[in-house]
């Protein structure tokens, strides 16, 4: 559910999952006005529904209609997958999360081979399962001693501070990686800089002013994260001063998806740096949404072909633990 969803690759993608795996299911966009939201949540219930995406700009909206909260998806004030248990308890994730740790681990080499999925076993079109009766939940592992390179060592630079970046910044700081926000709404970066620095104690979060976004900031971060929405077809590019100054040997990732590379990341890979574009995110999201709402393994190069990513995913180091996040009373 979101406010558009016309633009959604997310039908597609889990449609195509559950006919691969002989699921009865269907994934259906919903448009759900602003005012809607909690009649929208608390209708999933009554309709049948098994759970749902959450995307902009309900994400946080959601929250206050939800029986039951992760632990990561409180710290980032964002929900985008719901679960709904058959005695109608509605509880929230973020798959944001563990979908942007493993694009990023794709290309640090951190991969921990093949199989490490999040249910544990690799897809294999099979007859409909039970559902897992316990929450499954997504939450971040401590970083592997597998993979010492599971993120670079330098530090990370993130354009906005909304449910995307609140995403990012958990999961960088998880792991160690000092911060810089950069964001148009100078309150809103603030504002995630605070939720870091309660959520995981002691990370270094430094916030700079959208307009100070130049050579010298670009060039100091081996890691630079578009979470704001510019780039999106027909959208406002990026600013020059972001995508002027990369430089080989950084990674970039850009949440937002499009036909093909987005302008950041076409320019990005021009100057010899590494890239992670939004489709890798969107599917590892998906696979931990898929793996919530069915109790399987989500068939990723089904998912991958979907949405016309090019490549087949490898399993990176497992980025979810099985234990319960913490529970909250609903409203
Ligand atoms: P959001 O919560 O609405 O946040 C939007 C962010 O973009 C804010 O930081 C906002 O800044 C910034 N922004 C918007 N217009 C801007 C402009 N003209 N100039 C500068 N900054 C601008 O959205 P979100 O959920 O974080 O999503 C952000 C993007 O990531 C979207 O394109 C979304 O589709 C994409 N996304 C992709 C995936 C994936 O799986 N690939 C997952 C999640 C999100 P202000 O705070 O100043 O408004």
Redesign the pocket.
Known sequence: MGWPVG?SLSPALHGAAFAALGLDYAYVPLPVAPDRVADAVRGLRALGFRGANV???H??AVIPYLDWLERDAELAE?V?TIVVEDDGTLRGYNT?IV??LN?LDEVTGASGGLGATFGGTAPQPAAPQPVAPQPAAPQLAAPSARSPQAAPAGPALI?????????AALALARRGIPLTIV???A???ERLRDLISSGVPGSPVTVVP?GGLDKALVQAHALIV???????AG??QV?RGLADNLIAGQIVV????SGGLTGLLAQAQAQGATIV??????????AAAFELWTGMAAPLEVMCSAVGRQGALAWPTRNTSASPGERRKGH
Do not use: E
Not at 226 to 232: R, V, Y
Not at 277 to 286: E, I, K, T
């Open positions: 633009h995307t902009i700009p994400k946080a964002a985008n944001d979908g942007f694009a354009l906005g501070a909304g449910g995307a970046a609140r995403a964001n148009r709404t309150a809103r970066a959208w578009n979470a704001t929405s510019l780039g999106m959208a406002v600013p850009d949440f937002v998806y574009d939004g489709l890798s995110v969107l599917v590892w999201q998906a």
